[in-house]
């Protein structure tokens, strides 16, 4: 609009400049801070809870996340057994105790993804066991126990990369009522756990972690004793302690009901200890054991030497429920092999006769030479033990084994295992066969024929359930069978004992084993 | 001769090698410190998110946590965008000038002073000095006779006026401003000596109308002399270039300093009267002189502004007790000079309104949060404040890098920590001078 004859009649006397090499940078350096913030208010948590030896997880990640940047297809085919992982803490440098290693948890999930393994919710896992809804192959369940900050903290990254989802079974006293800690997850943590999708909480205990008194001095387990009343001096009764139970195991329920408003469906008994290693009520496993059954319908225990099976089976509408739990000095191989040494077995089965096929050992020596798995009582002990995991789920089966046995008074078969003291056996001495029915470490004969076996020589001998029916012999005959009582359980499971009356005198030498479905 | 006073540094490979790197281009980008800078500035926000985070009812600590982040931090913010347009600048543009020199015993320094002034870069026929014995009991008059004497040689005008008795630097001012009769009055302080292209890089912006004073930026000269003029030459320094410069982009530059600034005669004649006998809660007024001739030009809606390439070189006290008494005499007239300025604040631009009075209020509240901080909190709590002294270290470290980046100053880390004391122990000296506001006893220089 300016006439150009006419001169400018006001000077610029601006005392700022807007120029854009002014605000270009101040405005990049803006948006990078304002993102920061974001960035920081999203993971405030795990930035605030951040330690710096997680560093390994989250380079594990990223590294996974640029090689794999296409996520692997899931297995068509389905599993009859699922096998559920229990860790505890993550920590720095080597892993000790119930805590692994942060590079060690790394490396087994590491593992386990690039073997096709992939997780499952709890829900799942339910619908898997109590439904029978299949699952597909290499599928696993992985937990942790007691809602600790570096389980979460430090799985975080890894289970992201990979697209794995776990159960945190949390200690809901320390966790879900309002105390803060820099040790135990806190219910914003817990809540934002739940809400990141890949996190199910499930029952630990309310208040049940802690060892309390059972006499004026010492402390024990929660769950697996009764505990000693200080100011009455006297012990719980049979009544309070079933009462102290329930009410720690509904406690827990409720909190996790008020707090996240979903109900907990399984729970994960502190320690594994339901009182099977020390205790001061004989009772005490088979009280906690209903009341778990009525307040969860899944309950997890570690799956120790004594428990002849490792993994859980479709539609097995069992309530206890068996997780392996990585031991300090395994690495991401011993666990892939317990995993798979354990996996159902389809029958017809020939075995291998290596321990590392899966042939537990809960008792005394078992050690393989090609061909040949010998069992040996040791120095302390009355006889030996084996029995071969992954063989939960067979129903109707017979067993054919050759064996020769130098030392020892008898020599059986179990079956029917539904834990390490409740099992169907047929047992053979130089001067006889018997069907026996153990229950709780009890043990019955059923039936028993009188027939003279060599030991020392190699002998076919064999075993064959059918329903409720029991039926032992030798040299390829059935020669005594026995109805066992049929309100038990059902249960696969193969074992063979050798045992004397006295210690270190037992051995037997089995040279073949052979597993067909029962006519 | 300033510049000679630096002590000198030890030299090694290392400073060696440092030397050469911040005198190359890419050592002049100061990546590095840049990159701290912002990554704590960072740091502070964080802070502040989890302050909001984390707020349980306190409103007022709250507001004052977050509206102390922001003034500091707002600072160098806007003084990055203070730029005067060089179209108003002219090297032709060559208005007279007077520069006024009222001294007492000064006989040491009066002479030099003089003798720079002559020697500047300017049209000997546009400027004059006029320097007032102000009842020296020393030999200030025949130093004055004497500089007069030889500028005179070099063709500049020398005044000199001889009062018997002392009558304070105000009226030692005002008495200049009335005896000039140039366009531009300039008052250089006794104890601070001006560069050669000072004078034309502080009257280049009276070509804008609206322009009434402009102060240059003043450098401690004897800023090697110890770790408490070190710390001063950080807080000048930030002072100048990010306070006044943010308060130059809306032309209200709160205080033209003392040590050298410009005034358009012509505006100043007009208050001087109502200057001269300037009273607060009934006392005559006689230290502050800077801030409230400043006062009256932004009251009369004149702009005042901060000439960065204008530099003026001063002794800061380099002892605790003289640097008591300044800091004391400072702080009154401060607050003196903001209360009034108060009255007529909010008519200037709302960023500077806004500003001026938060900056009011936050320094009025420090020493109570100190208090809080260092006495209430420890004692209730039984825990040492380190959030406290984490934040304040926090802000000195930026402020320190602020001077390591722009005065490309290398040794700026213990000032940081002075700075950092400072600011704690300080700001009850406020709460005394606002008491002791009345007596006036340090008043003259």
Known sequence: MGDPLVEKPTRNFSYRSLGLKRVLPLTIIGLVMGFGVYFYARHQESINNFRPYYYQAYLASIKYRLSHPVEPAVPTLTTTSVPVLVYHGLIPGQSQGQDTSVESFTKQMLALKNAGYHTISIEQYYKFIYNGEALPQKSFLLTFDDGRKDSYYASEPVLEALNFRATMFVITGKSLEGLSSVYYLSENEIKAMVKSGHWDMQAHTRNGHDEYPIDETNKAPFFANKLWLKDQKRYETNDEYRDRVRADLVGAKADIQRELGTTPIAFAVPFGDIGQNQSNYSDAKTVLLSELKSAYPLTFLQATGGQPFSQNYIGSKLPINMRIEPKPDWDSIRLLSAITSSDARSLPYKSTLQTAEGWRTPWGNAFSTPGELTLQAGASTTGASTTLDGTGDWSDYAVSTTAHIPKGSSFRILLRQTDGDSYMACSFTPTGISVQQTRNGTSVTLNRVAVSTNFTASNVYTAIVKGHTVACGTGGKSTVAAITDPGLQRAGGLGFVVYDDSTNNAEGVITKVEVAVAE | MFKKHRKPRRTTPLTKFLRWWDSTTLGRL??????????????????????????????????????????????????????????????????????????????????????????????????????????????????????????????????????????????????????????IMLFVDSDSFIEKDTTRELIKYFRNPKVGATTAHCFVANEDTNLLTKMQAVRYFVAF?????????????????????????????????????????????????????????????????????????????????????????????????????????????????????????????????????????????????????????????????????YANDRRWLGAVFGSALYSILMSWQLVYAIATIRDSRWGTR
């Open chain 2, 30 to 183: 100061h990546l590095t410190s840049w990159s701290v800078m912002f990554i704590l500035i960072y740091v502070v926000l964080l802070i502040k998110f989890v302050n909001f985070q984390q707020f349980d009812g306190g409103w007022l600590l709250l507001f004052y946590s977050v509206a102390v982040s922001f003034y500091l931090l707002s600072r160098f913010f806007v003084a990055h965008f203070y730029e005067v347009h060089d179209e108003t600048f002219d090297r032709d543009y060559t208005p007279t000038v007077t520069f006024g020199v009222p001294s007492k015993n000064e006989a040491e320094n009066i002479y030099e002073t003089v003798m720079r002034i002559a020697d500047i870069d300017y049209p000997k026929d546009k400027f004059d000095i006029i320097v007032i014995n102000d009842g020296s009991t020393d030999k200030t008059l025949e130093e004055m006779q004497r500089a007069a004497t030889d500028a005179k040689d070099k063709g500049v005008t020398v005044k000199v006026i001889d009062w018997e008795i002392n009558q304070g630097k105000r009226h030692g001012m005002a008495a200049c401003i009335k005896e000039s009769s140039s366009e």
């Open chain 2, 241 to 405: 270039k990010a306070y006044k410069g943010a308060e130059s982009v809306f032309g209200t530059v709160t205080c033209c300093s003392g040590s050298c600034s410009a005034y358009r005669r012509e505006y100043l004649i007009k208050h001087i009267d109502e200057w001269l006998s300037q009273k607060f809660l009934g006392v005559i007024c006689t230290y502050g002189d800077d801030r409230s001739l400043t006062n009256i030009l932004l009251r009369a809606g004149y702009d005042a502004l901060y000439a960065p390439n204008a530099k003026v070189y001063t002794f800061a006290p380099d002892n605790m007790g003289q640097y008591l008494k300044q800091q004391l005499r400072w702080k009154k007239s401060w607050f003196r000079e903001c209360v009034r300025a108060s009255a007529f604040m909010w008519r200037r631009n709302p960023f500077m309104s806004i500003s001026f009075y938060l900056a009011l209020i936050l320094t009025v509240a420090a020493p109570f949060i100190v208090l809080k901080a260092l006495v209430w909190y420890p004692a209730t709590y039984h825990r040492f404040p380190g959030y406290y002294f984490f934040g304040v270290l926090l802000m000195c470290v930026i402020y320190g890098l602020y001077y390591r980046i």
